[in-house]
């Protein structure tokens, strides 16, 4: 007989806890509601994953013996010493105010990009900001990785990507109306194993599988197509990457030249047509072909089909990850509002139905519990993906939506939450900066890449340690997240550790608000929310009616069926929070910038690196580093879940079977991937379910250098962002271009370097 099973939530979903008669936590099972659960989460209570704990304050020598700022380049070589928290903390503390009085709050840089967690009082990004906050403030973050170009375009012409992405039409209503489904870069159901906040109940799949069985046609522009599976067939354009902004300008001069366009649509919703038209001069269908590799005839026939039939366009966020990856999102909405099918059933765009669970679901929307971060002093910011840029050129300029911008000097940098040695692009590059810092300050769990380059590691609590509540978007169920064992180590709770330096730096009832305990924050966070949902029109049960259950379901009208059919109904009554109130075909915003990488209106600009650049007579392949299908980013790589997709250790590269053949390269052969940026080893995974000269290397292997002390050392593991380019999208958004990059592979025939990612690191005494 086993004890009471409880819940918990992580962002790949809910589970539920198993416990032996003693009480212990000994198994997690998938939540019996989901219809489609995610395997990811399944061994979060592992040995495996366990191992690799940090389970002690850790400083790294150099900088304990000699203080803040020695021997930066032994970061990642040189062992740590653990201490006391006691000491850990009095040391920390003393560094934040030398570095405030010193140099002021603008010297410090706090960073977390660990996604957003299930748990949403125990939420590093709330945490650290929360903390920084109430010490003076500090140089934050804006936009995301994942979304960094289509965060700063979209308000300017049609609303922001929360909007959107709430309001996206259900699936219930695609099945039913929808004819004919356009998705550029695939609706891949492994993203959408992930929510913000975390998923209860995931929709893709089934989703997917109604339309086909409704009868939904799918066209598939992508170079691979295993990111969309509806069951059934699909209709496959293995188009060149990048490249599709050029197809969508091809397809709307093919409506334009046939008069196939809705000019009432046009006239009555939207700014600036006839700007844009004019520029549509000569970028026909076979101008296109040259360009995407898509025959002009097929191009014709379906902007022919698309406007004949009731057409759902859906993007992937994968293409704005790109150079000038502004320009795609811009001509989807483009091509959708010369449709003219924006507000009905079934038909316009959605900004992706698969790189999350949020699009389509039918749930309402409300106001879950969060975490006030309070308000920072600082001005100072840099987009997400410029972080390199910020450590390398302090007090250079920076373009930015419209404004110029300095790099601020950073001296200390304050991570809780993520693995920047995952997320950011050319490692090598990351690595040279990440000496410029005195002192490197990590909240981690496991002894990650980046905590083992860090000076100051402290030991993090797993939600699975710490009571919380766990709260997505648009997901019908609130999770009372319970404890279920006690914290490895000495590994403390995020609030706890930022609490005792709180006191420490005289801002303790600051930061605390007099409620000393966790479950004081969640109730009080909770009722708060309660209250905001009341009047939303979504009631949930009192909190300790939800705690004692475990869940609580959020109950209330289901929202509005279809994207912006309020706006098609009535355009003056429901603007559009643009200038004009209306979409903006061409923006006199944008345009008054005057940036030559993204002019007013939708545009095909060529990528700095391409299949049909110069560059791809050395590098000839175009290699896509996507989203993994066993973890989030790189959370849980060292999990047995994870480790078995690996082929001899390591990440595998998917290739064709004639790029293949031509390097003489078998499936399961270890490869060596480069360019000049640098090298990593992967594993040969061959299929022909991918365009020739495409291959893909899937993110989230931990970084794993060869010769930690070289410029450009071999990484053993399988990380593409040793090869990618660290460069802005445009002037507009500065958005990461990861998805830009070309490559060469050759067998890999030496003995093989050990993979030792997934090893702590070396501790020495005082």
């Not at 059933?345 to 139905?353: A, D, E, S």
Request: with cysteine.
């Amino acid at each position: 007989m086993t004890h009471q099973r409880t819940l918990t939530a992580a962002h790949w979903g809910v589970y539920e806890v198993e416990y032996d008669d003693a009480g212990n936590a000994t198994k997690l099972h998938p939540f019996s509601k989901d219809p489609d659960p995610s395997p990811i989460g399944l061994h979060m209570l592992s040995d495996e994953v366990s191992r690799l704990r940090v389970l002690r304050p850790s400083i790294r020598k150099s900088w304990l013996e000699k203080g803040p700022g020695a021997n930066p380049e032994l970061r990642g070589q040189e062992p740590f010493v653990e201490v006391p928290w006691d000491e850990a903390l009095d040391l920390l503390a003393g560094e934040l105010k030398r570095v405030k009085e010193t140099y002021s709050n603008r010297a410090i840089f706090g960073g977390s990009y660990g996604w957003s967690s299930a748990g949403r009082f125990h939420h590093a990004q709330s945490q650290v900001k929360r903390f920084l906050n109430c010490y003076g403030g500090f140089v934050r973050h804006q936009d995301s990785y994942s979304l960094g170009a289509a965060r700063v375009l979209m308000p300017h012409i049609v609303a922001s990507m929360e909007e959107l992405m709430a309001m996206h039409t259900r699936w219930d209503v695609l099945a039913k109306e929808c004819k004919l489904f356009v998705t550029f870069g695939g609706v891949p159901h492994k993203n959408a194993q992930i929510n913000a906040g975390g998923a209860t109940l995931h929709h893709v799949k089934g989703g997917l599988y109604a339309m086909r069985e409704a009868g939904v046609r799918f066209v598939n522009v992508t170079p691979t197509a295993e990111d969309l599976d509806n069951g059934g067939d699909v209709e496959w354009l293995a188009i060149r990457p990048n490249t599709d902004a050029a197809l969508m300008l091809a397809l709307c001069h093919t409506l334009l030249a046939e008069n196939l366009h809705d000019r009432a649509f046009l006239d009555r919703y939207t700014v600036g047509f006839d700007k844009f038209a004019a520029t549509l001069k000569g970028k026909d269908a076979a101008w296109a072909e040259k360009i995407t590799g898509i025959p002009a005839h097929r191009i014709v026939s379906l902007a022919r089909e698309m406007a004949a039939t009731r057409t759902m366009l859906s993007i992937g966020w994968s293409l704005q990850r790109s150079h000038h990856g502004e320009q795609p999102f811009w001509a989807l909405v483009t091509l959708a509002c010369m449709l003219g099918q924006i507000g009905l059933p079934g038909g316009g765009f959605g900004v992706g139905y698969g790189p999350v669970n949020l699009m389509g679901s039918p749930h309402p929307r409300y106001s879950g519990p969060t975490l006030p971060q309070g308000k920072n002093p600082v001005p100072d910011f840099i987009p997400v993906a410029r972080f390199t840029d910020m450590l390398l050129h302090p007090g250079e300029r920076f373009d930015y939506n419209g404004r110029s911008h300095v790099y601020p000097d950073i001296r200390l940098v304050y991570w809780a939450g993520g693995n920047p040695y995952h997320h950011h692009q050319d490692l090598n590059r990351l690595r040279q900066a990440w000496r410029k810092p005195d002192t490197i300050v990590f909240h981690e769990q496991f002894w990650t890449p980046a905590a083992k380059m860090a000076d100051v590691v402290l030991p993090a609590t797993t939600s699975l340690e710490r009571d919380d509540i766990g709260y997505g978007t648009r997901e019908p169920y609130v999770i009372a997240m319970k404890k279920a064992r006690e914290p490895l180590g000495e590994s403390r709770n995020d609030y706890d550790i930022f609490n005792a330096l709180a006191e420490r730096l005289g801002v303790g009832e600051a930061h605390s608000e007099g409620r000393k305990t966790t479950q004081e924050w969640l109730s009080h966070l909770y009722e708060e929310a309660r209250v905001k949902s009341a009047k939303a029109g979504v009631t949930l049960p009192p909190y300790a009616e939800f705690w004692e259950a475990g869940i609580a379901e959020a109950r209330g009208e289901s929202r509005d069926p279809v994207m912006l059919a309020a706006f098609r109904a009535d355009p003056e009554k429901n603007k559009l929070k643009t200038p004009s109130g209306k979409f903006e075909i061409f923006s006199e915003t944008i345009a008054s910038f005057g940036y030559d990488d993204c002019p007013g209106h939708a545009t095909w600009l060529e990528p700095i690196e391409w299949l049909g650049a110069k560059t791809a007579e050395r590098y000839p392949l175009h290699m896509l580093s996507d989203q993994p299908a066993d973890k989030l980013h790189s959370q849980l790589d060292h999990s047995p879940h994870a480790k078995a997709t690996k082929i001899k250790g390591r990440q595998p590269i998917t290739l064709h079977p004639d790029d293949a053949t031509a390097r003489g390269i078998a499936a399961g052969d270890l490869v060596r991937v480069f360019n000049d940026r640098g090298a990593c080893l992967a594993a040969a995974r061959v299929s022909d379910r991918i365009r020739r000269g495409v291959v893909r290397l899937s993110t989230g292997a931990w970084f794993d250098p060869a010769d930690a002390g070289s410029n450009r050392p071999l990484e053993k593991h399988g990380n593409p962002n040793a090869l990618t380019l660290d460069i802005g999208a445009s002037k507009l958004s500065q958005g990461c271009i990861a998805q830009t990059c070309l490559v060469e592979i050759e067998r890999f025939d030496g003995p093989a370097p050990a993979v030792t990612a997934h090893q702590p690191p070396t501790f020495a005494g005082r």
